[in-house]
């Protein structure tokens, strides 16, 4: 089985915490569960635990058009996705054509904006849409345009959600507009993972960043709208902490690397609702549990 099963590539990309999701999940006995990710990007963490059996059904919502079209896509044409990825030609005439996509979404349907926006996550630095192309446009060096799209590995792992299409429900909200109109009409067995643009590191990442305000608007919007079970992660900043001072939440660091890799120390904000486990399988997450708070 590969290592992670999103297709997507995405910096900071949280897959790696779903041991420590299905901790959360387990000590609250909410095993089974639904589960909804607002910001889900490569959504790394929401596939793992669907795929694992640890949930019953996932709703993946991304205000991005580029990043909906990819889940629509290769969940309701999941042949013809496949098809494409199996003759895509790796070459920069078709990386500029693509890009040309990628740079007018509003024009293409969901197939062709999906795979675009594949395309480029896989062949661009880092996965970042609006990088430049992986060995640059002399195709030079080590790493080149396909150095990162393995054919055969990436369709499997698309067949392999397209299995579980029913249990996958994929939406194109504004995050507190999903929140307020979707999440908060779900059974009360449902968690909701946020994890926003970041406040500090987000500019040079993401195409749609977060302003002080609409972090401040987020924070107030989850802790006294949002009816589910919930769990925030930021990169740490006092000002998130200060945001979310009444509720429980612990620092980490972790290894990342877009572009070039560095340290990051991130935190967990958690609803007064769920239960924190004392320990974890996770080595950075089982030390930040130890410090006091
Ligand atoms: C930090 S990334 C999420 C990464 C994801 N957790 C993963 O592991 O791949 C943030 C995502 O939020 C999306 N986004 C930004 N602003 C949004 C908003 N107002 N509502 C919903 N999604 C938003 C971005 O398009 C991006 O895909």
Redesign the pocket.
Known sequence: MARFQ?P?R?P????RLAPFITEILEHNDAVGWGYA?????????AIELLLGGTVDHIYL????R??YAFWKAILTDTEAFCRRVSRASLTLDSWQKHREVVRHPGDHDILDLGFSTFFLNRCNRSGILTAGVIGGLNQVGRWRIDARFPRNELIKRIETIATKKRRITVTN??????MRDRVNKLPPSTLT?C????YAR?KR??????TPD?HVRLAKFIQSKLRRAWLV?YDSHAAISELYRKRRQFQYSIQYSAIQAYEGTECFIFSDSLKIPRDSALPYIAQALRQPA
């Open positions: 999103t997507l995405y900071g990309g949280k897959q990710e607002p910001y889900a990007g490569g959504a790394g963490i919502n991304d205000s991005s580029h990043i909200l504004d995050a507190e507009a999903f993972y994890d926003p643009p970041y987000a990442l993401y195409l749609n960043v977060y609409d992660s």
